[in-house]
């Protein structure tokens, strides 16, 4: 059963805290993506990464960055959090024309 | 219809009736992805259609896709309780690499 394990769920921080965002795959990937889901706005694609230390920006990486090293864990930072990244993160990872999709980080910045 | 400036469109039906939804996109794509989402769960794949495809089934699903004017619609017969939940449309690339989202449909589903 393919999974894609994000840690942790729920989370709270303060502005201007950093904050990491952690994703695993066990299915071997090489692909995997950091999306934010805001209500009515769809999935907005941050990063991919193709592989180890192979990353690229999505559509809105500012205020991201990406950690990729090993093909199996796929992080998230935020450094100096801001209340408008308050948001649901989705990590992803793909395997042929599919994307299987983790449970969400909902993050909180207050 | 998903995608352009449209927000989160949300339809709600009696169980047992037929649902359509509408998909729009504006770039050039040769997969459209329809993904189902689950409150406070991740988006999972139902079905795929290629551009060299006009239908695709899938049990009481139905996909179709119209690449000359860009859009797509998922249809779904004799909807029950449990198809609940926000469905969208995905387009990528020829590379599969870069899926991109619409905004969704809210689909309810009551007895």
């Known amino acids: 059963d393919m999974k894609v394990t994000q840690m942790p769920r729920y989370l709270i921080k303060r502005m201007g805290e950093n904050v990491l965002l952690e994703c695993g795959q066990d299915m071997s990937h090489e692909t995997m993506y950091w999306y934010r889901q805001d209500p009515g706005l769809g999935l907005q694609l941050i990063y991919i990464s193709y592989d180890v230390d192979s990353n690229s920006e999505g559509d809105i990486p500012k205020g991201y960055r990406v950690s990729r090293k090993k093909r199996e864990h796929f992080s998230l930072i935020l450094d100096s959090a801001k209340t408008n990244q308050t948001s649901v993160y989705f990590c992803?990872?793909?395997?042929?024309?599919?994307?299987?999709f983790g449970k969400g980080t909902r993050l909180t910045v207050v | 219809s998903q995608w352009g400036e449209e927000n989160l469109q949300a339809l709600s039906i009696q169980e047992g009736e037929d649902v359509t939804m509408n998909c729009s996109y504006k770039t050039y794509t040769t997969v459209v992805h329809w993904y189902r989402q689950d409150s406070g769960r991740g988006p999972a794949l139902i079905i795929l259609i290629r551009s060299n495809e006009r239908e695709k089934r899938s049990g009481r699903l139905r996909a179709t896709l119209d690449t000359s004017s860009q859009s797509s619609s998922l249809s779904i017969t004799a909807a029950q309780c449990e198809d609940t939940a926000v469905y969208f449309c995905?387009?990528?690339?020829?590379?599969?690499?870069?899926?991109?989202f619409g905004q969704g449909t809210s689909l309810s589903v009551v007895p």
């Open positions: 995905a387009t990528s690339s020829s590379s599969f690499s870069k899926l991109v």
């Open positions: 992803a990872s793909r395997a042929g024309t599919e994307v299987f």
